[in-house]
Each structure stands twice: as structure tokens, then as C-alpha cells.
């Protein structure tokens, strides 16, 4: 099993900026991927950015450039740096993990304001 705990959500005006933390623990010794999800409420769940244990990235393209995903492998963690922040980033934010299962953390709301 693995355990994600997320924070850094918070509010922010437009062009602002927030960095999230996700912690991962447990069996953490098989997880290949960490990444960010975001879902507004009634809509699907999409991928925002995502980094593979040899540090390979991918982003959505909505946030490329103002966004940017690293890792801590010491700590075990996972950091999504958000600059620029727009209205539309307004989400819960969802880390997760994967091993031989999906994993995902509690969520965190961001929400900028115009």
C-alpha cells in the first residue's frame, strides 16, 4: 500500500502562484509515476503533469510553461510549482502514484481569483 498526502492548496488572484507537496509512504519502492490530476466538480478527472522515477516529465498543454513538476527522492515527495495561475486552474488537485495499482491522495482545492 501506498499513502499520499498532499498540501499547499489554497486561494490566489490571477497570476499568482502556489506549490503543491505530495508525500508519498508505505511501499513506495515500486512507484514508477507521480503526477497531479485536477477535477472540477461534475467533470472528469484529467491529468495535469506527471514525472516517471528516471525523471521524465509530461504536461498537459493547457499548462505548459507555467507549471512544472519535480521530486524529491529523498523525501519521497512530489512538487508541482504553479506560476501565472488563471481562473480556469481552479480545481481539486489530486496526486497520485503508481506501483502496480493507482493511488491517490485526499485532494487539495486551488482557486484563483480574477
Known amino acids: 500500500q501506498v499513502q499520499l498526502v498532499e498540501s499547499g492548496g489554497g486561494s490566489v488572484q490571477a497570476g499568482g502562484s502556489l506549490r503543491l507537496s505530495c508525500a508519498a509512504s508505505?511501499?513506495?519502492?515500486?512507484?514508477?509515476?507521480m503526477g497531479w490530476h485536477r477535477q472540477a466538480p461534475g467533470k472528469q478527472r484529467d491529468l495535469v503533469a506527471s514525472i516517471t522515477s528516471g525523471g521524465s516529465t509530461n504536461y498537459a498543454d493547457s499548462v505548459k510553461g507555467r507549471f512544472t513538476i519535480s521530486r524529491d527522492n529523498a523525501k519521497n515527495t512530489v512538487y508541482l510549482q504553479m506560476n501565472s495561475l488563471k481562473p480556469e486552474d481552479t480545481n481539486v488537485y489530486y496526486c497520485?502514484?503508481?506501483?502496480?495499482?493507482?493511488?491517490w491522495g485526499q485532494g487539495t482545492q486551488v482557486t484563483v481569483s480574477s
Open positions: 497520485y502514484a503508481v506501483s502496480n495499482r493507482f493511488y
Open positions: 508505505g511501499s513506495i519502492f515500486n512507484i514508477n509515476r
